[in-house]
């Protein structure tokens, strides 16, 4: 597998005086998608969200334990969190682009905000709109509509603007709440297909509901239950004989 | 300790399944029991009704697929229950073979009809209630999800084989010394072999089972029990 992109070790992480993840330990491969699943509250979308210091965004929420990305903790005095989330940027469940922006000026948002905008240079811009877009698999069918406001695609396309707004700072990481939750299946599988083009350059971490995206998806797969780490496995031994009977009753739906 | 999915009819479906199954495996192990009944006792109506019954158990075997593609392209199962719907697919296939080998040996009696035997059949039944043994481990191994008699099927099959060895040469040896009773001798050789073809039919159901239970493939593997 190589050396993991990220090495989470022993991470805990509270809501106030709520524990909502108990010493998770996880390695997260470069260049693979790894998929996080299980039910509503077991912490994925926590867990996730310590990866690139969201979580502490939330007033009251703090974390514990460490996690390494290529060797370093991201939680270390002197990490500034606003890189931290360049270099591992997040798409969420519902598609957000900045409603009074073109797609344009989405896409380039990313990129004014963290100063790093190539001094708004047309042919610059340019050639970053056209990577970013093409890369969230989007270029093509909104090239001519650049100026037209985000808000204005359908709502697949958002998530892609989306996309391609995370991917135009050029990120390391890519995570990804629930990305499809509220795309139809079609949407749903132009976002999957483009996770694994992404592979190539990104490492994808997704969280899911949907068990069978998970299993589309990933190349690994890991199992959270009441903000535990259940397994851990190849996304192929996962869906054909996970070790543990909880990942089992989960994933053959015996729920409760 | 084996929990209900939360889909009530889902789990109904997989019952179904399993309810198909298991009479489609009765009706096939007692078609074993008829059709050498049917040979030694000479019973040609017997042999008859054997070969009939068969159709039953092709229809079976058609509803029996179709019924895992519908849960197939519905459900999407994984982990276990994908594991039962494909091995339900095998087992039908295997089962089904079953019958069409038994189907073949009433044929023989109704051949050989009145004729007498060459001796009195004794390594035939015996092989006969080996094989029927077998079917019916399988198949409870199946039911109870037990590995061990499963496991104890797989290595039943060499007795079998080394009864039909010796069917072999005995007849082997009968035919040579009396030119009169080759024709006698070969359609007994097709019997003792189709019984020990349904040994290896049987030995398919058993390693599918422990698959289904432990998601672990034990065919073709020199000794099965590293796990």
Known sequence: MGSPKFEVRELSAWFGGKRVLHGINLGIAAHQATAVIGPSGCGKSTFIRCLNRMHELVPSAHSEGEVRLDGVDVYERGIDPVLLRRRVGMVFQKPNPFPSMSVRENVLAGLRLTGTMPNGREGRDQHAVERALSQAALWDEVKDRLDDPGVSLSGGQQQRLCIARALAVNPDVLLMDEPCSALDPIASAKIEDLIHSLKQSYTIVVVTHSMQQAARVSDLTAFFLSGSLIEFDSTDRIFTSPKDSRTEDYITGKFG | ?227
């Open chain 2, 1 to 227: 300790m084996i929990k209900p999915h939360t889909d009530r009819e889902y789990e109904n479906e997989l019952n179904k399944l399993r309810e198909r199954l298991l009479r489609m495996a009765g009706r096939v192990e007692q078609m074993i029991a008829d059709s050498v009944k049917a040979l030694v006792e000479q019973d040609v109506q017997l042999a008859r009704r054997t070969i009939e019954a068969d159709r039953v158990v092709d229809r079976a075997e058609v509803e029996t697929d179709e019924l895992c593609l519908v849960i197939l392209a519905k459900r999407q199962p994984v982990a276990s229950d994908l594991r039962f719907i494909t091995l339900s697919l095998k087992m039908v296939t295997d089962l089904e073979r079953i019958g069409d080998l038994a189907v073949n040996i009433c044929e023989r009696a109704i051949d050989l009809g009145q004729d007498p035997p060459l001796k009195p059949w004794v390594d035939v039944p015996r092989m006969a209630a080996i094989v029927q043994g077998m079917v019916r481990d399988a198949i409870d191994a199946f039911v109870a999800g037990d590995v061990q008699r499963a496991q104890s099927v797989v290595d039943r099959d060499q007795s079998l084989d080394d009864l039909y060895t010796r069917v072999f040469r005995d007849l082997l040896s009968t035919m040579l010394n009396d030119g009169s009773k080759v024709e006698r001798g070969i359609h007994a050789q097709s019997v003792a072999k189709w019984l020990e073809r349904m040994g290896d039919h049987a030995t398919n159901l058993a390693e599918q089972v422990v698959f289904m239970v432990k998601g672990k493939d034990i065919r073709h593997v020199a000794k099965p029990d590293d796990a």
